[in-house]
């Protein structure tokens, strides 16, 4: 990691900087993202560069994005990367891993993508104990088509395809994807964090290094489930989404370590 | 190397490793089921890449994903489950990653059965997916032919970083034949400059489908059009028998152009002057070649094991001028000889009735 970086003085001569505290990931690309203001997919790709970062495999990641909100993140992570068609990343990244095992894989996929159409391609890359780590935002609603209902909607939530709120009688259940992967052999790690204040942020860049880990030691298939806001398709300011992320959403997907293989738990042990 | 009783499949599978397939992705379906069968056997056996997926949905994406690895790939399939992997056909055009499939096709639609057919000429030629553009699509019509084959499509897939398609009838996957293998290729130590394989110290490489403005979209179609004018210029594959003097040329391919070459060889015996006309690239089709023997023959028959699809690329290739007729039987049914050469011989009376009216 850099421990050096420069500012402008007001002679215009470049000085170091005497104590780094922040900078831009080299995994992230530097340029703008096209994500509505308040909205936590930035949060989670800084938290994800970072990570890559720390653990030093920036030149041998390969991200397969989504298709959804996300569909662009490969312009914003300065890593190899590929678009998949909807909800098949987990095939797609089977496929990159399988002929590239020293590479390290990750799919990032929304709840539309991930829980609804591509719920096989996931189910099944864990069943195989693909080494792969999945990073899934759960925001509970359709972003980029304009907020629909997901399979991730909480019961009596509005969205513009259930107008008069989810009637899970007509429509469903929300589904827990952290739980059911966790019941799979091949899952090693399967989370659920949150990103609607600092402290659980932290949490989940703990969660994401570890999943990463878990695929760097060969382990298995690791996934993080990030409940995240999405201000726009909800009708709320950035800091009410935060809040409504917190108050409605934590008590439906209630956070925790829905499995942690003994290789990882003893690793984390030592430190 | 000698020949060998060889199984199609079988014979396909093993021609695909001697190309350099480094990775197959698959899952079950009749009438190919042998070909997935072989490479769980010897690919794992060489140290490269076998996984039987849990869909041909899933299938296609893995198979997209090593394609964007730079890797030589492929999977099989019949042709319920080709309809599944048109989704992903399509983001591999979108994104011009090379790919190799090989439909051993039965008879549709739906469900349909498991017998040989030539149902999916439409699907494969036809763009196979959404959006414009066309797989380079080889039909064999014997086993050795499928070799060939075989090992050619990985070559144009990677030449033209395009799709291609090798669609045979269950016939031909099924039975067995005296073939030559080819020799074993050595794999390739590094992988094309646009392959994910980590960064590393280059530059990062994207493989997408998605160009989100109207201009770069049509811009990519552009492209993508020039190249298959290329590929409709360079790999047009075909063969004749006796169209030189004859005056109604069969066109058939695969196991449908095996039954007209016994009908055609019987029918000169009763010196009927009957030709054949075998497409083997379907897509590009060989228009022009057709085109210039309807200049001097005046009647033609499309002979397929459907109820008619490439008769309309007969057609556009032969124009109004000329008689075109069709002989077919969808539903898994190879035609007998016999019943093509009566066809023929019925046409020759007319066409003979009509010549001594005029």
């Known amino acids: ?271 | 190397m000698a020949k060998e009783l060889l199984k199609g499949n079988v014979a396909i599978a093993e021609a695909a490793i001697r190309a350099g397939c480094e990775a197959y992705f698959g899952y079950p379906i009749t009438p190919q089921t042998e070909l997935l069968e072989h490479m769980s056997k010897r690919m794992p056996e060489l140290g490269r890449t076998f996984l039987q997926a849990e869909s041909e949905v899933a299938a296609v994406n893995m198979v997209y994903g090593a394609a964007s690895a730079g890797v030589r790939v492929m999977t099989s399939s019949s042709s319920p489950g080709i309809s599944l992997m048109q989704e992903g056909l399509s983001y591999i055009a979108g994104s011009e990653v090379p790919a190799v499939f090989v439909d051993v096709m039965r008879g549709g639609p739906g469900l349909g059965n498991i017998q040989p057919s030539q149902s999916d000429y439409n699907q494969v030629t036809k763009t196979a997916g959404h959006g414009d553009y066309h797989p380079i699509v080889l039909a064999p019509s014997t086993i050795q032919e499928a070799i060939d084959l075989m090992v050619l499509s990985f070559d144009l897939a990677d030449k033209y970083r395009t799709i291609v398609f090798m669609v045979l009838d269950g016939a031909i996957g099924q039975m067995m034949e005296p073939a030559e293998l080819p020799p074993m290729r050595e794999l390739p130590t590094e992988r094309p400059s646009w392959a994910l394989t980590g960064k590393g110290n280059r530059d990062k490489n994207i493989v997408t489908s998605i160009r989100l403005g109207a201009q770069p979209l049509a811009d990519f179609n552009d492209i993508l059009q020039e190249k298959l004018a290329v590929i409709e210029k360079n790999e047009l594959r075909y063969d004749e028998l006796y169209t030189d003097d004859a005056e109604l040329v069969i066109v058939a391919y695969g196991t449908a152009a095996r039954v007209a070459h016994t009908a055609v060889k019987r029918l000169r015996e009763e010196n009927i002057p009957v030709g054949l006309f075998r497409p083997i690239s379907l897509w590009p089709f060989p228009y022009q070649r057709l085109g210039e023997l309807a200049d001097r023959v005046p009647t033609f028959l499309s002979v397929e094991m459907n109820a008619g699809q490439m008769i309309h690329d007969v057609r556009e290739a032969v124009g109004r001028d000329v008689e075109l007729d069709f002989f077919g039987r969808p539903g898994g049914i190879i035609p007998l000889p016999e019943e093509v050469e009566d066809k023929v011989r019925a046409m020759w009376r007319q066409q003979e009735l009509a010549a001594q009216i005029n």
């Not at chain 1, 989670?44 to 890559?52: G, Q, S, T």
């Not at chain 1, 959403?249 to 030592?270: A, H, I, N, S, T």
């Open chain 1, 1 to 271: 990691m850099a421990t050096l970086a420069f500012q402008q003085s007001e002679d215009k001569v470049l000085k170091p900087i005497e104590k780094l505290v922040y900078e831009r990931p080299h995994a992230l690309d530097e340029t703008h993202t096209h994500y509505c203001p308040g909205c936590t997919h930035g949060i989670a790709h800084r938290l994800v560069a970072e990570v890559l970062d720390e653990l030093g495999v920036q030149e041998k990641a390969i991200l397969v994005a989504p298709v959804g909100c996300s569909v662009l993140a490969y312009n914003y992570f300065d890593v190899d990367g590929a678009e998949a068609a909807h909800g098949r990343a987990p095939a797609m990244a089977t496929g990159l891993k399988r002929v590239n095992p020293d590479s390290v894989v990750f799919t990032y996929q929304g709840d539309g993508d991930l829980a609804s159409i591509g719920i096989a391609e996931v189910i099944h890359a864990a069943v195989r104990g693909e080494k792969i780590t999945v990073i899934f935002i759960n925001n509970a609603i359709y972003g980029m088509t304009g907020g629909q209902m997901a399979p991730t909607t909480i019961e009596g939530q509005v969205t513009t395809s259930s107008p008069l709120g989810r009637d899970v009688a007509a429509t469903g259940f929300p589904m827990h994807i952290a739980e059911l992967l966790s019941g799979l052999p091949g899952t090693v790690y399967s989370v659920r964090r949150s990103l609607h204040d600092t402290r659980h942020i932290i949490q989940a860049k703990k969660a994401i290094k570890i999943a990463f880990e878990a695929q760097l030691q060969g382990l298995g298939f690791s996934i993080v489930e990030l409940l995240s806001s999405c201000p726009t398709n909800w009708g709320m300011t950035p800091t009410d989404a935060l809040d409504w992320v917190r108050d409605s959403m934590v008590p439906q997907y209630p956070l925790g370590d829905y499995k942690v293989v003994d290789e990882l738990k003893r690793k984390r042990g030592r430190k």
